[in-house]
């Protein structure tokens, strides 16, 4: 459910006509519904009431512009971070050191040491190694770090190649065989506090079954623990839950989602904590761009738009689908291909499509791209950095500028030696 939905014949955001939006700030541009996050992050939470403790931080790396965590931490969500940059942001947008989650498979000494320092609520340690040396670290701060280990339970989460996380074969975690060793050893150390276990096995997951299984093994390995008398408090079960990208397309629900945690987590008595990111940020944005010209094609026609996979990678990096509507449809459609000005054949965002008609000069939309979107944006081509705009009601802002090529260019030098 989202509110993005035409009004007098135009996609309005909200109460906000995106071309009103697309006049003022030019296109490319994503525009963000606070409402739609407001109600993802409503109904997300509610899918957990039946779960005694609760904590939820969002994957920041979804969607990590400042607004979009301000906006979260005013509901009352953490932040799952996997850098510094992305914890200052968090901190910026008001989220409790407390609160946040540092997840990540190659935390530097620096950003360990900084995140000590800012008195982190978790670290999701990836492996024996990084334990050892957050310890030191914590130990020579005259701190203690707060901890859960990630586990890898060797689960496939039948999802895309390049977004799985939980089998063997990915680099997450650590070995679920040599998880209770590793927890044992790292319990022992000054400067850490064990409190707990975590998993995610990927993204977009259209499928219970998998995370049932790893959660599972989980609990398994949880009782293991506590069997040998170590304190499993916590319980981090990650993020993963996809979203549609098709009109139409079924996916489990949060509420199905929750059903199926307050089934495998009966009777853990641990806090149970979530690092959703798509399923609250996905269908809040949409990236607003502009037919360039409609070319003639072989088979069927190519609809040059102004967005590109610089500014949307996610269909040339995973092929990944995402919905192409008119701002102001017809009623009529036409089988197209969809492409960006990008000087390669992966800047594609649909093949043999049949979209709404567009013609040249006419504004469009991609659905589904509040989550992997701008934050995946590069300037590729020299082309800008894209936009961001918050909708809320009647009103609207930009919450990211866009960053011109004279920008960039002006930050890079020749050498006095090349001149
Ligand atoms: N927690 C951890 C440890 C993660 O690695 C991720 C995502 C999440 C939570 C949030 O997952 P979500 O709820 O958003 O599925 N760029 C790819 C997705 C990469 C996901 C990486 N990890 C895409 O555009 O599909």
Redo the contacts with the bound molecule.
């Keep these: 459910m989202n509110h993005f939905e035409l009004i007098d014949g135009e996609l309005h955001a909200e109460q906000v006509a995106l071309g009103a939006i697309a006049r003022e700030v030019g296109t490319p541009v994503y525009v963000y519904s606070r409402a739609t996050f407001e109600r993802h992050a409503r109904v997300f939470r509610e899918a957990f009431a039946a779960l005694p403790k609760v904590h939820i931080?969002f994957?920041v790396?979804?969607n990590p512009n400042l607004a979009v965590l301000r906006l979260l931490a005013k509901q009352g969500y953490g932040a799952?971070v996997?850098s510094e940059g992305e914890m200052n942001r968090a901190l910026a947008a008001g989220m409790p050191a407390a609160d946040i989650v540092f997840?990540?498979v190659g935390k530097t000494r620096d950003e360990l040491t900084a995140a000590v320092r800012a008195g982190i609520g978790q670290f999701?340690l990836e492996s024996e190694e990084e334990g050892e040396e957050l310890a030191a670290i914590a130990a020579s701060l005259g701190k203690t770090a707060t901890c859960a280990l990630?586990v890898n339970p060797d689960v496939d989460a039948r999802t895309?190649a390049?977004?799985s996380?939980g089998k063997a074969e990915n680099k997450?975690g650590v070995a679920y065989d040599r998880a209770a060793g590793i927890y044992a050893r790292l319990s022992a150390l000054p400067g850490l506090a064990m409190r707990g276990l975590?998993v995610?096995i990927?993204?977009?997951?259209s499928d219970l079954e998998p995370s049932r299984q790893a959660f599972l093994k989980m609990g398994a390995l949880m009782n293991a623990l506590r069997v040998e008398g170590y304190a499993v408090t916590h319980m981090d079960l990650?993020?993963?839950?996809?979203v549609p990208y098709k009109p139409g397309e079924q996916l489990p629900t949060p509420a199905e989602y929750g059903a199926m945690v307050a089934e495998v987590t009966q009777g853990w008595n641990a806090t149970i904590m979530f690092?959703?990111?798509?399923?609250?940020?996905?269908n809040a944005g949409v990236l607003v761009t502009e037919v360039i010209r409609v070319k003639q094609g072989t088979s069927a026609p190519w609809v040059v738009v102004d967005a590109a996979m610089n500014d949307l990678?996610?269909p040339a990096?995973?092929d990944?689908w995402h919905d192409f509507a008119a701002v102001r449809p017809t009623g009529e459609t036409m089988v197209a291909n969809v492409v960006g000005p990008i000087c390669e054949s992966s800047d594609t965002f649909a093949k043999n499509r049949e979209i709404d008609v567009v013609k040249a000069g006419d504004l469009a939309v991609f659905g589904t791209a509040g989550?992997?979107?701008a934050?995946?944006a590069n300037t590729y081509n020299s082309r800008a950095l894209v936009p961001e705009v918050m909708v809320d009601g009647d009103k609207w802002a930009l919450v990211a500028n866009r960053i011109e090529p004279a920008t960039i260019l002006a930050a890079e030098q020749v050498p006095d030696w090349l001149v």
Aim: hydrophobic share 35%; charged share 15%.
């Design positions: 931080a994957a790396k979804s799952d996997v997840s990540g999701n990630r895309h390049k977004i996380t997450f975590a995610h990927g993204s977009q997951i990650g993020g993963g839950l996809g690092e959703p990111g798509r399923v609250i940020s996905g990678a996610r990096m995973y990944a989550a992997y979107g934050t995946m």
